[in-house]
């Protein structure tokens, strides 16, 4: 199984953009998908997660009102809608997937096939 963010890209803060995950095949019924993020020198973070059936979303206090994930499963594509891009909001934003349960879903260590990121850069 395989995951693929896109569409990240450069805007302006107070901007938005919509990134995308697409999974190779549907396989993700039990799982969660979480998106990361990763800005140069720091941790990586958890931006939010929302099950795959059934519903359950969480998202990070950070971006809590600004971002929002849905999803798509006629597609196998997961979303995180950004809104009210931040300068802070820069980093590499990644997917992947878990089967933990919902009070685990910040820990990356939960996850796996981890798909390749995509840079989004917010400028002041």
């Known amino acids: 199984v395989q995951l693929q963010a896109s569409g990240g890209g450069l805007v302006q803060a107070g901007g938005s953009l919509r990134l995308s995950c697409a999974a190779s095949r549907d396989t993700f019924s039990n799982y969660a998908l979480g998106w990361f993020r990763q800005a140069p020198g720091k941790e990586r973070e958890f931006v939010g997660a929302?099950?795959?059936?059934?519903?359950?979303?969480r998202i990070a206090d950070p971006v809590k009102g600004r971002f929002t994930i849905s999803r798509d499963t006629a597609k196998n594509t997961v979303y995180l809608q950004m809104n009210s891009l931040k300068p802070e909001d820069t980093a590499v934003y990644s997917c992947?997937?878990?089967?933990?349960?919902?009070?685990?879903?910040?820990?990356?260590?939960?996850?796996?096939?981890w798909g390749q990121g995509t840079q989004v850069t917010v400028s002041s």
């Open positions: 929302s099950r795959w059936i059934g519903g359950g979303t």
């Open positions: 992947a997937a878990t089967k933990g349960p919902f009070s685990t879903w910040a820990s990356p260590a939960q996850y796996r096939a």
